[in-house]
């Protein structure tokens, strides 16, 4: 039987997660192994259909960058424009209301001529109660003039909401990167034309080994390795820690994000915690001096 030259204390430390989380050493310093996360687009899109149209325009080209809103392509929409236009040219036309209230307001003159008039003994009451059933008829006819307007504006909305089902806009200002449908192509309800990405800021979730759990803290920036084909240190901050452990691979979730704006990383590369950030946050433990180095009870058969 031949002892092992490990520390027993700091072996006993992480035996529960030594298969994922660390590795003891021979010289008894920890290293923390990691599982690379991916550094991806924080605001990702699949442009979809929502009505069974044939695309008849496009506007942009795969690889363009575009703005929020900026018009992508139309389905064909022919019956619906129609429609819209009907219901807002009787929506835009406040003739009716107009012509109604020039009729009030002659009303409201007759009567009140025909008040001064009783006051001084010139009229008499017939004149003035006639003057002012015909002043209410007046604005009953401004009151439903103004409703019927109201009603066809509403219409002349679900008309336009019912056009914009063919527009295809830009959910947010990004890049296309896959045009999945041609020109003339029927599109089902539900299938993606268009796919965007905004990759001004990319975010990362890593799964860290549990000896680093409350060793980092949200708000703070931390120093990552990115893959192939970045292949170099950049700075991320920590956004969120998980308080959630998961037991069966001894590690916890951390979401970290890359203020990309600048730095024109692509979105996708593997990445994770640098070395030296890693020996920052789990400096190795000082030897005790009377530290038996031969110790019995780890023993190899």
Do not use: W
């Not at 490990?6 to 030594?18: D, G």
């Not at 050493?25 to 044939?54: F, H, W, Y």
């Not at 920052?280 to 031969?294: F, I, V």
């Amino acid at each position: 039987m031949k002892s092992l030259k490990l520390n027993s204390i700091k072996t006993i430390a992480c035996s529960s997660v030594l298969s994922l989380a660390c590795v003891v050493s021979a010289q008894g310093q920890m290293q923390i192994r990691q599982m690379p996360g991916l550094a991806l687009a924080e605001k990702t899109a699949d442009i979809a259909a929502v009505v069974n149209q044939r695309l008849v325009t496009v506007h942009v080209a795969e690889g363009e960058q575009v703005k929020k809103g900026q018009l992508l392509g139309t389905l064909e929409y022919a019956l619906s424009k129609a429609e819209f236009q009907a219901a807002k040219a009787i929506a835009d036309d406040q003739s009716a209301v107009n012509v109604a209230l020039i009729d009030a307001a002659e009303a409201q003159s007759r009567l009140e001529r025909f008040h001064a008039a009783l006051a001084t003994g010139a009229g008499n009451e017939m004149e003035v109660r006639q003057a002012k059933d015909n002043y209410k008829k007046a604005m009953a006819i401004v009151d439903r003039e103004r409703s019927q307007l109201v009603r066809a504006q509403k219409t002349a909305e679900t008309a336009a909401a019912k056009v914009d089902a063919y527009i295809i806009r830009a959910p947010f200002s990004g890049i296309i990167t896959e045009q999945h449908v041609s020109v003339g192509n029927m599109v089902e309800t539900g299938h993606p034309i268009f796919s965007i990405v905004a990759a001004d800021a990319l975010k990362i979730e890593l799964n860290l080994p549990l000896p680093l759990f409350g060793k980092l803290k949200a708000g703070e920036v931390y120093e990552m390795t990115g893959g192939v084909p970045v292949s170099k240190d950049v700075k991320a901050k920590l956004k969120f820690v998980s308080p959630v452990i998961d037991s069966a691979s001894q590690s916890f979730r951390c979401v970290f994000t890359i203020d990309n704006r600048e730095l024109g990383l692509p979105a996708g590369f593997p990445i994770q915690l640098s070395d030296d950030q890693v020996k920052k946050l789990m400096p190795p433990p000082e030897t005790p001096e009377n530290e038996d180095d031969d110790d019995s009870r780890f023993v190899k058969k």
